[in-house]
């Protein structure tokens, strides 16, 4: 099945299961089934699926109940970022205010949870759906009180980036083991395999935002930057410089009016200590581990998809 078909079917999947009972949650189901996702999280439970054997339908209900929690813990994180624009579309607190926002997204997370209640292995299903939201919400908290401390410590950026992003893909992976019948052991290495993506996922998105291709990406660069978030360039730059530097690094991120004047120096630091690259390769050297686990199951049509899906995380090295 190619992208596009799969992703109708989890389309229609996300409009079974998620209910319009007030005519607000009938907007917020429009919002979520058209809202542009690229629905990577069920499509990589999809390929995980099918790779380890699964001959039930049931891939179906569990990618779309990964995509309701993301879709939900969006709506919840745009009311914290204050956000006005995803996918370049207004967003649910812009159009509908913080208050309904937060409750759609109760909403949306209480169909997920009833839906898959109904469904085989619901309850190790269950489990590793709900730690999803125990991280989600503990990661969020975590970056709230870091994001904009330059010195914060590479373990705390690894925790939040593992419970913001890596958590959510390891479940869609780990859950297509249980549905599967894969062992324990199999179901861990899945599930490590998903949070290695994870946080490949999340630095490739801190890589974009200073290096990246504005008109190939959509993205507007150094918005981090702009906003005084510490993501993973800048942490790998602070372990290149001297005490001096950091001691001026450390001033100027803390006054924002600085920060924006002493631009050319900071990027100046960037291209003395290859930075870039540093982090290209870093990245490559992620997803070739991916790559290497999907090496150990027998060729097929779905293995060659997934590989296909890693090549393209790749960023350019130059
Ligand atoms: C996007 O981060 C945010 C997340 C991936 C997770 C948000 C989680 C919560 C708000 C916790 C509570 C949620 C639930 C459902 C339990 P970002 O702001 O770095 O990225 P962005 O540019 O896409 O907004
Ligand atoms: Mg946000």
Same mark, same amino acid.
């Given at each position: 099945?190619?992208?596009?078909?799969?992703?109708?079917?989890?389309?229609?999947?996300?409009?079974?299961?998620? #209910?319009?009972?007030?005519?607000?949650?009938?907007?917020?189901?429009?919002?979520?089934?058209?809202?542009?996702?690229?629905?990577?999280? +069920?499509?990589?439970?999809?390929?995980?699926?099918?790779?380890?054997?699964?001959? #039930?339908?049931?891939?179906?209900?569990?990618?779309?109940?990964?995509?309701?929690?993301?879709?939900?813990?969006?709506?919840?994180?745009?009311?914290?970022?204050?956000?006005?624009?995803?996918?370049?579309?207004?967003?649910?607190?812009? =159009?509908?205010?913080?208050?309904?926002?937060? =409750?759609?997204?109760?909403?949306?997370?209480?169909?997920?949870?009833?839906?898959?209640?109904?469904?085989?292995?619901?309850?190790?299903?269950?489990?590793?759906?709900?730690?999803?939201?125990?991280?989600?919400?503990?990661?969020?908290?975590?970056?709230?009180?870091?994001?904009?401390?330059?010195?914060?410590?590479? +373990?705390?950026?690894?925790?939040?980036?593992?419970?913001?992003?890596?958590?959510?893909?390891?479940? !869609?992976?780990?859950?297509?083991?249980?549905?599967?019948?894969?062992?324990?052991?199999?179901?861990?290495?899945?599930?490590?395999?998903?949070? *290695?993506?994870?946080?490949?996922?999340?630095?490739?998105?801190?890589?974009?935002?200073?290096?990246?291709?504005?008109?190939?990406?959509?993205?507007?660069?150094?918005?981090?930057?702009?906003?005084?978030?510490?993501?993973? +360039?800048?942490?790998?730059?602070?372990?290149?410089?001297?005490?001096?530097?950091?001691?001026?690094?450390?001033?100027?991120?803390?006054? +924002?009016?600085?920060?924006?004047?002493?631009?050319?120096?900071?990027?100046?630091?960037?291209?003395?200590?290859? *930075?870039?690259?540093?982090?290209?390769?870093?990245?490559?050297?992620? *997803?070739?581990?991916?790559?290497?686990?999907?090496?150990?199951?027998?060729?097929?049509?779905?293995?060659?998809?997934?590989?296909?899906? =890693?090549?393209?995380? !790749?960023?350019?090295?130059?």
């Amino acid at each position: 099945m190619n992208r596009n078909s799969l992703s109708r079917q989890f389309n229609d999947k996300l409009d079974e299961i998620i #209910g319009e009972d007030l005519p607000l949650l009938k907007k917020v189901k429009k919002f979520v089934v058209s809202s542009g996702g690229k629905r990577i999280r +069920p499509i990589t439970h999809y390929y995980f699926s099918m790779m380890l054997g699964y001959k #039930g339908r049931e891939w179906a209900d569990v990618g779309a109940i990964g995509e309701i929690i993301h879709a939900a813990s969006l709506l919840h994180d745009d009311v914290i970022d204050d956000a006005g624009i995803r996918r370049g579309k207004p967003t649910m607190n812009a =159009l509908f205010g913080n208050k309904s926002s937060i =409750l759609s997204g109760d909403f949306l997370l209480a169909c997920g949870l009833e839906h898959l209640m109904k469904l085989p292995m619901s309850g190790p299903l269950l489990m590793i759906f709900t730690r999803v939201l125990r991280e989600l919400s503990t990661g969020e908290l975590l970056q709230m009180q870091w994001e904009s401390d330059v010195k914060i410590p590479d +373990p705390m950026y690894e925790r939040i980036i593992h419970c913001k992003t890596g958590s959510l893909f390891g479940a !869609m992976t780990e859950s297509a083991a249980v549905l599967s019948g894969s062992g324990a052991d199999e179901a861990a290495r899945c599930r490590q395999f998903g949070e *290695i993506m994870g946080r490949v996922f999340q630095i490739r998105d801190d890589f974009i935002d200073y290096f990246g291709d504005e008109s190939a990406n959509g993205k507007e660069l150094f918005q981090d930057y702009r906003r005084g978030i510490v993501t993973r +360039p800048v942490i790998l730059l602070r372990k290149e410089i001297s005490f001096r530097e950091k001691k001026a690094l450390e001033d100027m991120w803390n006054t +924002p009016a600085r920060r924006l004047s002493g631009q050319d120096m900071f990027f100046g630091l960037f291209e003395k200590k290859n *930075i870039r690259k540093k982090l290209a390769v870093e990245l490559e050297t992620e *997803i070739h581990k991916l790559m290497h686990f999907v090496r150990g199951y027998s060729k097929s049509q779905y293995t060659d998809d997934l590989m296909e899906a =890693l090549r393209a995380l !790749m960023v350019p090295v130059q």
